[in-house]
């Protein structure tokens, strides 16, 4: 998981200041020596993180935050404001041609996943933003690089523009923005070379490029995973080429967070996109916000909301709400929740954005046990539909019949029935919640999911 060291030394200094009725100069400096030293340990360049703790350190010692009432949860959210600010602010959109096709160009170094966020991206702009991309094999160097972009083109079922090797990138891309005008492709992404290392003749290939029709956008793909060095080439492909935006793939690795957190205010230009993993599927917009908000462990409502949107039907999710409300929620409901949640993908991903979710216990080492749901599975099936409706009748010979039935143990049941009740429980504390506003939400049974 990446920021894990970040996220929890933070965090961890943060728990210290928060519930503080009084804070002083001292304290403030005290935290943010840890803070300084959480960043530079996930290597955050060291001009960023001086500013970042000289920033925090002004607001936090004003006077409007040292006189309130609840000085230490003011800090938290100066902390997480400087902290989206670092990211960005706001989160960036894609500009698009006024004049289409819109001009897309992939550039970075070797292995960064230039090829791979092609596919990706045209997959985003085709779902989200109703476009009709044309792909672009202008990588004419790397053996196999062609078809590489074709493979990921047919499993997309998306057009690629190639030309093989022998033809120059400049040639491919001109003739792909002519198909692409006849074919009435509204956006033409290109996948470029790669080089080990920044080099004259990349550099001047790529100008090429450009010059050939000006790219409404940009984009240096770096791995998330080489740090500092991420900062280094964004910065020489900005001042070599120009680049608008930064896609960062490989976040779903064990990233320390540097370039995450220096790109943006070293490069000034923003990260648009982050990738989460290797399937076209994974590539996420970027939102300062919503980072900055889990990596302090103040979770991922949004996007969690959003992961699960695209996943419910609308109209079933109403009505289980209307279930939950009138408290005729039954087990074949709860089947079909298992059953939403697991497509959402792995559970120990989506825990982690719910907020506070890095402290129910046993979940810090995200040891999800996805056995546990399938033998819930099991024990559901084994039910009769009267049982699964009405589970109060559920006495000890029944239990034994479906323990029989589903290959586990009466004590299994048991847990699930309880288990049942509290998320039972747990919704009409939510739906209580939304009606009156406030109120804290615990959510008990959850780390029954979990060992
Ligand atoms: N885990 C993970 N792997 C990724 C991600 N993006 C790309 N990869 C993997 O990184 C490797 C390199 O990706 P490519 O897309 O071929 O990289 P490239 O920049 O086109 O490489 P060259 O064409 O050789 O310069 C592949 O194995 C990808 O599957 C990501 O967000 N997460
Ligand atoms: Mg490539």
């Known amino acids: 998981m990446a920021f894990e060291g970040l996220a929890e030394r933070l965090q961890g200094t943060l728990q210290k200041i928060k519930g503080k009725g009084k804070i002083s100069e001292a304290d403030v400096?005290?935290?943010?020596?840890?803070?300084?030293?959480?960043?530079?340990?996930?290597?955050?360049?060291?001009?960023?993180?001086?500013?970042?703790?000289?920033?925090?350190?002004?607001?936090?010692?004003?006077?409007?935050?040292?006189?309130?009432?609840?000085?230490g949860q003011q800090v938290v959210k100066i902390v997480k404001d400087e902290l989206t600010e670092l990211m960005g602010g706001e989160q960036s959109q894609i500009s698009f041609s006024t004049r289409p096709p819109t001009v897309i160009m992939m550039v970075g170094l070797q292995g960064a996943g230039k090829t791979t966020t092609t596919g990706k991206l045209a997959n985003v702009l085709r779902k989200k933003y109703n476009k009709k991309p044309l792909l672009v094999a202008a990588d004419i160097y790397r053996p196999a690089a062609v078809q590489q972009l074709q493979t990921i083109g047919k499993q997309l079922s998306l057009p690629v523009f190639a030309l093989g090797t022998d033809i120059s990138p400049v040639e491919i891309v001109k003739q792909a923005i002519e198909q692409a005008k006849e074919e009435h492709h509204d956006v033409v992404i290109i996948d470029t070379a790669g080089r080990l290392h920044i080099d004259e003749t990349l550099m001047q290939?790529?100008?090429?490029?450009?010059?050939?029709?000006?790219?409404?956008?940009?984009?240096?793909?770096?791995?998330?995973?080489?740090?500092?060095?991420?900062?280094?080439?964004?910065?020489?492909?900005?001042?070599a080429i120009g680049i608008t935006g930064v896609v960062l793939t490989k976040l779903d690795g064990d990233t320390r967070g540097g370039a995450a957190l220096s790109i943006r205010s070293v490069t000034q230009k923003p990260i648009k996109f982050v990738g989460m993993g290797e399937k076209m599927?994974?590539?996420?917009?970027?939102?300062?916000?919503?980072?900055?908000?889990?990596?302090?462990?103040?979770?991922?409502?949004?996007?969690?909301?959003?992961?699960?949107?695209?996943?419910?039907?609308?109209?079933?999710?109403?009505?289980?709400?209307?279930?939950?409300?009138?408290?005729?929620?039954?087990?074949?409901?709860?089947?079909?929740?298992?059953?939403?949640?697991?497509?959402?993908?792995?559970?120990?991903?989506?825990?982690?954005?719910?907020?506070?979710?890095?402290?129910?216990?046993?979940?810090?080492?995200?040891?999800?046990?996805?056995?546990?749901?399938?033998?819930?599975?099991?024990?559901?099936?084994?039910?009769?539909?009267?049982?699964?409706?009405?589970?109060?009748?559920?006495?000890?010979p029944r239990k034994k019949r479906i323990a029989k039935g589903s290959g586990t143990s009466i004590q299994d049941i048991n847990r699930l029935l309880k288990q049942f009740e509290d998320m039972k429980k747990m919704m009409k504390?939510?739906?209580?919640?939304?009606?009156?506003?406030?109120?804290?939400?615990?959510?008990?049974?959850?780390?029954?999911?979990f060992k």
Request: overall charge negative; aromatic content about 4%.
């Open 281 to 396: 599927d994974a590539l996420e917009p970027f939102h300062p916000e919503r980072m900055a908000s889990r990596i302090l462990g103040m979770g991922d409502m949004m996007s969690l909301i959003e992961k699960a949107q695209a996943n419910v039907d609308e109209e079933r999710a109403k009505e289980l709400e209307e279930k939950f409300r009138t408290q005729s929620f039954t087990f074949d409901d709860f089947l079909e929740q298992i059953g939403q949640v697991k497509q959402m993908g792995p559970l120990d991903e989506i825990l982690k954005m719910l907020p506070g979710a890095g402290k129910i216990k046993g979940l810090e080492n995200a040891k999800v046990d996805e056995k546990q749901m399938d033998r819930v599975e099991a024990i559901i099936y084994s039910m009769t539909t009267q049982e699964k409706t009405t589970p109060e009748i559920l006495n000890g």
């Open 205 to 239: 290939e790529l100008k090429d490029i450009r010059a050939i029709k000006e790219p409404d956008e940009v984009f240096l793909v770096v791995d998330a995973m080489t740090g500092q060095d991420a900062v280094n080439v964004a910065n020489n492909f900005n001042e």
């Open 429 to 449: 504390q939510m739906t209580n919640m939304q009606q009156k506003g406030k109120k804290k939400m615990k959510m008990p049974g959850l780390d029954s999911l």
């Open 29 to 71: 400096k005290e935290m943010m020596r840890e803070v300084r030293y959480a960043l530079l340990e996930a290597d955050v360049n060291l001009k960023v993180v001086k500013e970042f703790v000289k920033n925090v350190s002004d607001r936090a010692v004003g006077q409007d935050v040292m006189k309130s009432l609840t000085p």
